[in-house]
Structures are given as C-alpha cells and as structure tokens.
C-alpha cells in the first residue's frame, strides 16, 4: 500500500498528485513492486534502500547513499495474547521527502492519522523532527509493551500458584522469547540513535539532517526512553526466566509427588492381592478346615498392610 501525506493547516492530508511531492511524506506498508518501482524513479532512491526493510531479519542500522539517508529500525508486534516480536522499519531521508516502509501495519506510523480529528503529531516539512518523534515513539510503544508483559506475568503467577498447568508454562515461555526479541532490538536501536545524536553535527548531512529547535530535545528523550525500556526489559527478562525454572521445578516436583503416592498405593494394594491367591492355591494351606479361616486370612493381610503403610508414612512416601 502507498500513501502520500502531506501537512497543512496544522494537519496531516492525503495528497493524490502523480508527481512528486516536496515536503511530504511517503508511507509505505507491504509495497507491491511496481510501487517500489514507481517510489525509487520519483524520489530518485535506490531500491534497495526501499526494500532494506521488506526483510522481516533486518537489523537497526544507517545507511547513506545517493543523496538519501536510511534509517532503519525495529518496532514491536503483538502476534497473538501472549506473543511478542519486532519487525524493520526503513525511514528514507531525501532532501524533499519522508519515506517510511514496514511490512505490516504498525500503531508508531497509523493510517488514520488525517482528517480534522486526527491529532496533529507528525510534521512533514520538518524531516528530522519527524525523524525523531517516529524513534521516540517506537521506544514509547516498547515500554508499553514491557509494561503489558509484566501485568501478564503477575497474572500467570497467581494462576500457576492455584494449579500447575503446562499451559501457563507455554504462556511464560512465549513472553520470554518475545522479551529475547526486544531485547536484540532495543539494542541496536539504541546504536542507531547514538550514531544519529553524532550525525546531526555533520555539516555534510545538513541537507538530510537540518536542525530545527527541540529537535536535539527529542533526541535525547528518545536515547533516555530506548535506555529505559533496554534496562527494564533486560530485568523482566531476567525475573521470568526465574520464574519458569522455579515452577517448572514445582510442577516437576508435584509429579514426583503424585508418583511417590501412586507407588505406595500399588505396594498397599498388592499386599492382600498377594495373601489372597495364596489361599486360593489348590493346595493345603492353613486354616483352610476353619470355620473363621476367612477372618483369620483377612485379618493377617490388614496387618500386614497396616504395618506396610506405616513403614512408607515414616520414609514420607505419602
């Protein structure tokens, strides 16, 4: 999908002109190839550029080349209740345009951003404070999400304290591997923000980089907020690790439990089974004559039994 926007009045609005546009910004989600084709003739940017971040392995980095800087980064993606991962998204400077490219929608570049309602955000005529404000957002939308993994695992373990279920076990497991993800990319977003804090004071880059006021200011909340969400996801990552070997622990060691009993019952069990077809040979036994030879036969396998169990309550096999 290919969507140009352009800011006036205040607000963001679709532009629908065929040529290029200056002082816009050109949104693409998913592009087609001859929308690619059409994006790199227009604006004059290398394709390969413009398809950095159409690979979902892509890490952070900055790339300039032809006139055009690339900033790509990595955003995060919900992909079920419990699942976490982060996908590239390309931000393309040129000296007349924003571009941005994802593969997938995401909240940090929403398509219902234009329109007398929507909020006033994004400027595309100032292209590195729009620049910084997408990073600063994509480290805000971070820690949202760290903040929603955290609720989740309190709720998990007060659930897994109730009964242990593997499904829990599953749940924590695809948090963490989510946090795993964050983690790499907090990491290498947090890079790309400390070479672009050094680019902006490169006179060479000024046609790319142009300085407005606050832009250093959104910077630097941007620096403090990926800071922010790399140590609190690093700790999240490290308490749930914890936590899904201490119940993975548990849960092993109720099984153990259940075993133990369910030997000790088979022991019991066995006992009279034992006594009972020894009297039912076809041969001589005793108190076979007896009148109460039953009640003799029976009251010798409750005492064994009892004595058998009780040996097994004192080695705390039940």
């Known amino acids: 999908m290919l969507t140009v926007y352009k800011r006036f009045d ?34 004059g940017v290398p394709e390969d550029l413009l398809r950095a971040a159409l690979d979902s ?12 800087m690339l ?9 079920g209740p419990d699942m976490y991962d982060t996908l590239p998204l390309g931000i393309i400077l040129t000296p007349d345009q924003v571009i941005t490219v994802s593969l997938e929608e995401t909240e940090i570049l929403p398509g219902n951003i234009v329109g007398p309602g929507a909020p006033a955000y994004y400027n595309t005529g100032k292209r590195t404070r729009f ?34 279920n593997n499904a ?44 407005y006021e606050e832009d250093e200011d959104i910077l630097e909340d941007a620096i403090i907020e990926n800071r922010q969400a790399l140590e609190m996801v690093q700790m999240y990552s490290d308490i749930l690790s914890g936590m899904m070997d201490a119940f993975t622990s548990v849960i092993s060691n109720n099984l153990n439990q259940v075993m133990k009993l369910l030997a000790s019952v088979t022991i019991l069990l066995s006992i009279p089974t034992m006594i009972a077809s020894f009297w039912g040979m076809n041969v001589g036994v005793p108190f076979l004559d007896q009148q109460v030879g039953f009640w ?11 004595v058998a169990g009780y040996v097994l309550w004192k080695k705390r096999m039940f």
């Not at 609005?13 to 790199?40: A, F, K």
Request: charged share 25%.
């Open 168 to 211: 829990e076990v599953f749940r924590l497991f695809d948090m963490e591997k989510g946090l795993t993800y964050f983690t790499v990319a907090l990491r290498s977003n947090g890079l790309v923000l400390e070479r672009l804090l050094r680019l902006r004071k490169n006179s060479a880059l000024q046609h790319l980089l142009p300085q």
């Open 296 to 306: 003799y036969v029976l009251l010798c396998s409750m005492s064994l039994t009892g």
């Open 71 to 79: 900033v790509l980064t990595n955003f995060p993606v919900l992909r």
């Open 131 to 164: 620049l910084f404000q997408i990073l600063y957002k994509t480290a805000k939308v971070y820690l949202r999400f760290i903040h929603q993994i955290n609720r989740q695992t309190d709720e998990i373990e007060r659930h897994l304290r109730k009964s242990m």
């Open 57 to 68: 392995e892509e890490r952070s980095r900055i790339e300039i080349e032809d006139n055009c």
């Open 10 to 43: 205040h607000q963001l609005q679709i532009v629908t002109d065929s040529g290029p546009v200056p002082r816009s910004w050109i949104r693409m989600v998913n592009p087609t190839s001859e929308e690619i084709s059409t994006v790199s003739t227009s604006t």
